[in-house]
């Protein structure tokens, strides 16, 4: 299957469990508790509104590497999982970022204060947050692991939430080390982990673990980089704005990278963006101007290719089917080569 | 082993395996991010610094019941996972309820804003909950269940959880149907939940897993009857004052019980103190009169001696081992015939 079949194909197969599966869901919490059902549709309705089932697609595409006549199915349920693990920690995040708009719709506390006050409505996504994590669960024990790897698959799918919630904290506590931060809650949730897991699943080899993890952690890091460009820069094409990050003062791998580069007197537009103190227009495009002028983002730039060559290379002699090769090759150019 | 030993050697065998595991995690956690150990030491402070260990005793006692010979150390890491499942439950539920005390300390998110600004601290809270939810599992899925009962084993305990979240949804938003929160907020989680597990751990036939949900169901709702009488009455023998439910207007069973029994026009007294229109000493004497006066204490004190019987009485016939049946008597008592 090519790429362009691969994609979309896992896409469908993950919606479809996750239809059927948030069926269950209701139907059992209506036996246990109708009025509580509201839990359940705050998860439901933003698990399907929307989302790339990228996580997915990396595990498909590792099992694919290592046992490419395992039928797709096989990865459906441990994709679903990772899915609604992903809805479990962003609904908990946006309620402390106080983001109130996710996948083009309400995050769910922003959802709930339409129909109860504010702390109440907190609480409850919070809770649809927790019982998401429960969904998670069931749904990952349910993946058709070997029997003999089942406990390192677990550990693997903890070593994830453990990782993503101690990068949230760095986040959250505005640690200097953005790129820890990053690793922790980008490159071990959207890539490492979903590596692994894939390859568990499929049985991998010593050596084969060994080189999804060359391949993967390169990956991460690009990814993180790319999302940063685009964040900050947009799609200059169309629009030469500076985009959201900057805006909301984010720190990103570029202003780091900046602040390295620039003598602490010249970074004065920088700090007034990114410390709040004046973010007009002007002021945005200012900053934006000195990551350009400073070299950060030719930096980036060269530090985002290396790491996307790294990845690539990483596949040559590898122990991986050439289907997977090929999937692994779309994967690296779709997370680190984007425009939206 | 009489239950005078038993109770505390299963305390003293979970609080070591707690010991241990937190030891891990919080070197797990500095080699992952040293910054970020702080949400581990929240919720290990709050599970070390005391708990009854009520559950892993449960549990415990019904393994005994079916597998008298199973060593009590087998229990142990499915009792501990029920005490991360309590800690990372109650973090999330004392930030709900603004509760800032807990087992003699601070609530978690009391102590996080110690040392961070109010948001902050709350985030960082149901961020420590959050890691106890993945720790609850990593001892869960360490625990010796058979082989061919893991699956119903991880089953029961996303049961638990998933009864406990809908419970606390009805309880958050003060619905009326106070007995079905109890019997999802404690019943499943005290009483049914701890029971199933240490069943399946042992083995249980299904006729002995059904004398185990006869024996449950009853004692779960008479734990939370005494925890009401207790709650409101308090330890009259000791002080004679109407105790904390009262006073935070808690729409307890003996609250339910006096509204059904009391004409409108005769539960004014009982109204005020509820709605919170008037707490002071006279009016919650008055309202504790009142629940005394309308029959509503004698009633639920006739119905938790009546549930503890059927409780004892499921005991009778039961295919458990004479061990056991001690224990579980001892439970039973300790549960629903309580001074503290």
Redesign the interface.
């Known amino acids: 299957m090519t790429p362009a079949d691969f994609f979309p194909r896992v896409r469908e197969l993950v919606d479809a469990k996750l239809h059927a599966y948030f069926e269950q869901q209701v139907a059992?919490?209506t036996t246990?508790?109708p009025?509580?059902v509201?839990?359940v549709e705050g998860i439901r309705d933003l698990t399907l509104r929307g989302g790339k089932r990228f996580r997915p697609v990396v595990l498909a595409a590792a099992t694919t590497c290592v046992a490419p006549e395992r039928p797709l199915s096989d990865t459906v349920s441990a994709g679903a999982a990772l899915e609604l693990l992903q809805s479990y920690?962003l609904i908990?995040d946006d309620?402390?970022d106080?983001d109130d708009e996710r996948r083009g719709g309400p995050a769910v506390h922003a959802a709930f204060r339409a129909r109860?006050e504010g702390?109440?409505a907190d609480?409850?996504a919070?809770?649809a947050?927790?019982?998401g994590?429960?969904y998670a669960?069931?749904l990952f024990?349910d993946a058709p692991f070997p029997a003999a790897r089942h406990?390192e698959a677990?550990?693997a799918f903890?070593r994830i939430?453990?990782?993503v919630?101690?990068?949230?904290?760095?986040d959250?506590?505005a640690?200097p080390d953005v790129s820890?931060m990053h690793d922790?809650k980008t490159g071990s949730y959207t890539v490492r982990g979903p590596l692994l897991l894939g390859a568990i699943l499929g049985d991998a080899s010593e050596e084969a673990m060994a080189a999804f993890l060359a391949y993967g952690n390169p990956l991460g890091e690009a990814f993180q980089l790319a999302d940063d460009l685009l964040g900050t820069f947009g799609d200059q094409g169309a629009t030469g704005k500076p985009g959201n990050d900057l805006r909301n003062g984010k720190r990103t791998c570029l202003v780091a990278e900046a602040e390295r580069l620039l003598p602490p007197g010249q970074r004065d537009a920088l700090d007034r963006v990114i410390g709040g103190a004046d973010r007009s227009e002007p002021a945005l495009e200012a900053a934006s101007a000195l990551l350009v002028a400073s070299g950060a983002k030719a930096n980036v730039e060269a530090r985002l290719k290396a790491l996307l060559a790294e990845a690539h290379g990483a596949l040559e002699g590898a122990p991986f089917s050439a289907a997977g090769v090929t999937l692994l090759k779309a994967v690296a150019d779709r997370l680190a080569v984007r425009s939206s």
Chains 1, 2 share one sequence.
């Open positions: 059992e919490a246990i508790s009025e509580s509201e839990l920690l908990h309620w402390m106080q109860h702390h109440l609480s409850l919070i809770l947050g927790d019982i994590s429960a669960f069931e024990v406990a677990v550990q903890l939430q453990k990782e919630i101690l990068g949230q904290h760095l959250l506590t640690n820890r922790l």
